[in-house]
């Protein structure tokens, strides 16, 4: 996207995906479950934008919540503990 241009309902789908899809990373649970709530809740919030900067806006701060969660998910996975989460044992048994 460029120019400040208003994304489509497209791009804005596919942001929302990728903040899932990158949500779904992290090996903690707690933080996993936390940034998809978290995704979910910031775009219910967003979903009544009508104004085409704010709307631009909310959009640039989700591309760059994706960047950071990408590398907080790279950097998490390498230092994680190993442990499993009471939630995470409780669901394999």
Same mark, same amino acid.
């Given at each position: 996207?460029?120019?400040?241009?208003?994304?489509?309902?497209?791009?804005?789908?596919?942001?929302?995906?990728?903040?899932?899809?990158?949500?779904?990373?992290?090996?903690?649970?707690?933080?996993?479950?936390?940034?998809?709530?978290?995704?979910?809740?910031?775009? +219910? @919030?967003?979903?009544?934008? %009508?104004?085409?900067?704010?709307?631009?806006?909310?959009?640039?701060?989700?591309? =760059?919540? &994706?960047?950071?969660?990408? +590398? @907080?998910?790279?950097?998490? %996975?390498?230092?994680?503990?190993?442990?499993?989460?009471?939630?995470?044992?409780? =669901?394999? &048994?």
């Amino acid at each position: 996207m460029s120019g400040g241009a208003t994304p489509s309902a497209a791009q804005i789908l596919c942001l929302f995906r990728s903040l899932l899809r990158v949500a779904r990373e992290f090996p903690d649970y707690n933080i996993r479950e936390y940034t998809k709530r978290r995704t979910i809740d910031a775009f +219910r @919030q967003n979903c009544t934008l %009508s104004d085409p900067s704010a709307i631009s806006a909310a959009f640039s701060h989700g591309n =760059s919540q &994706l960047s950071l969660l990408q +590398r @907080q998910s790279l950097l998490y %996975s390498l230092y994680a503990p190993q442990l499993l989460n009471v939630m995470e044992l409780h =669901s394999r &048994l």
